[in-house]
């Protein structure tokens, strides 16, 4: 088995399902966690457990270059690696690239870049993203897409999302001829170390969980439509990547700078040809009314670094708006951060000490930051999952926010 | 009631016992982790209590210039501002002002200094450290003395010991006029905020647990022997300090400077004249092999920075010795980070991950460090305490290290 998607419930455009994966269930819609390097930044794993975190993105990218992909490997994958038993993505390193790498050269066949860390040279394609992305191990891994810079003509959209579709069959060919090669795939070797007890083995031979499973257990590897902020070139590049047949789609190069009213319309528009039974995976995407938004169009998944970066900085979350705790205004504040939320930072500190601590640049002010807002993110999502299973197919895009936890 | 002390076992010098304060008891010999800006940097304070916390030491000087003593006693006290329910001292600002200040000026009345944050004045004396302290709210406070500086003369010596006498007179006198003014003392106010609901009430009226417990919830004063490096100094001073009578006795004005040896002739000289049936403190000490010798010695309490700086710097302390985790050897090194050790760092991670976070200077690695050393610390001291339970005056010292955990 790869992955297997399955419907629960259907409200408007919005549903919600279950992702089964080698490394456990994903309840959907779903928001991921990004942890970068192996790490999301401040947060040990049994608290991201424990905060609801179901699976976590990797950057492809980032592990290229440290730890490495051969290191790696040898812990058995990501999973192993960082001890996270649930499951993990990881994207293909095209965002990257074309994000951090202001010196990239893109040809048809790949994309030469300098790391960001020593200036030394690398070159990715949709062969070797694949090959890193099967070392490292992740359960969802991505196809090696090229992020369409914005503002861009026309000729430029349509030269880079056809480059982007045939980028796209040669990352299927490679994952398909190489798939069995996933760390965890094989057999573990006796001394891979404490740590791995704890990695759960894939569940490979456990087939009674679900009727589809069958077969060594694989990753499962995602499309990406691009298509600039063209709608027309976005129906070409999501029929051509579906034609080529993928257990997921994404719809990537959105929030690259273009309006808010203009991603909205993309995606909207995109949704539209991408198959109802797979799972729809929207990318970078985005500020809690947004990931609630875009479940209500009919996304399934979705990633952001701003609940974990917005932390570091101070900006937290909560059901009453964006607070800004460096703020004078919370000195002396007694009351939690949101007093709708039952997370654990929630639960025991005053926004005064959250103030001090930020006031202070404490570390630990980076931490419990860190740890409300990806709970606020992931609470977030259980009420709009909630809401759909309830058949609000409209009004839980309003009535998410206000109401307290159940 | 203040405190009590009742002592367990005694095995040669040493002895274990229990410190019975208005937010918890205390098993000594014990190790206080340093929580200087109202955090024990890095670690949630969850998690601090999961390692077995049973006190930590906050700094006056620090939390004096933030948050500001005004707005720690507008919470409950530092237990209240911070959501620490377990005991807590505080140390009386004048080892900071000697250390963060070189443009100090001392007088007889008090101390001059500038703060390290903005340069602005302030005056630190018996009395304002007393009233800072009683406004923070620990259960044991520290009179205020002066740290003779390192290497000093025998007249400047005496000068200084003679100062910090009549400093910790000044220190009593004010503290029983004033120590009813401690914040959790009174009746709480109703509208203290959420998160005073999980500050226990101080024990004032359980008067069941304990038969010394009488009267209203009261801090504790220890009084601070100095005398630098000389012995008759020390002697006089711990004389002088006992003359005036004070519910446990601090060393002070060690580990600045001078070597190792000097150290504990000072320390073992100097607790001959302490009373045997008080807490005995030794400030800012040691490393892992100092806290147990200092405990094999007589020393109840000891605190210090090194486990946490040294964890934020990479430098981990193990039952197998220091490691550095810095280094390349760890890269791929698939076992835990101390074999012999039960913290959920040990428990859950490699090595290799470890290196990885603090190579990739990722914020975890100082959080995950910081847990595992503060673990290793407090796990040493339980070793030291059941080693003393079991009557092992000297053995102690070399088994405490190579033995498994119990």
Redesign the interface.
Known sequence: MSISFRIHKDAGKARTGQITTPHGEIETPIFMPVGT???V??????ILEDVGAQIILGNTYHLYL??GVD?VR??GGLHG???WRRAILTDSGGFQVFSLNELRKVTEEGVTFRSHLDGSSHFFSPENSMAAQIGIGADIIMAFDECTEYPADRERMRASMEMTARWAARSKKYFEEHKSEVPWSGPRTS??????K?VPRAARNDKSTDDKTSGEATQSLFGIVQGGMDRELRKESAERTVEIDFPGYAIGGLSVGEPRELTREIVESTLEHLPKDKPRYLMGVGTPEEIVEYASLGVDMMDCVLPTRAA?HGLLFTSEGKVSIKQAQY??D???LD?NCGC?VCQ???R??LR??Y??N???A???NT?HNLSFYLDTMRRVRHSISLGEESRFLSGVWSRPKP
Chains 1, 2 share one sequence.
């Not at 001394?191 to 791995?196: H, K, S, T």
Request: charged share 20%; aromatic share 8%; hydrophobic share 35%.
């Open positions: 390097v192996a790490s930044k401040g947060v040990p794993q049994d440290r730890p290191t040898k812990f690696f960082m001890s001394d891979a170390g404490p740590q791995q704890q570091r000195a002396q007694p009351g939690p007093p654990r025991r500190y005053s005064a000490y001090h601590l006031a202070s404490e570390l630990l980076q931490v419990l740890i």
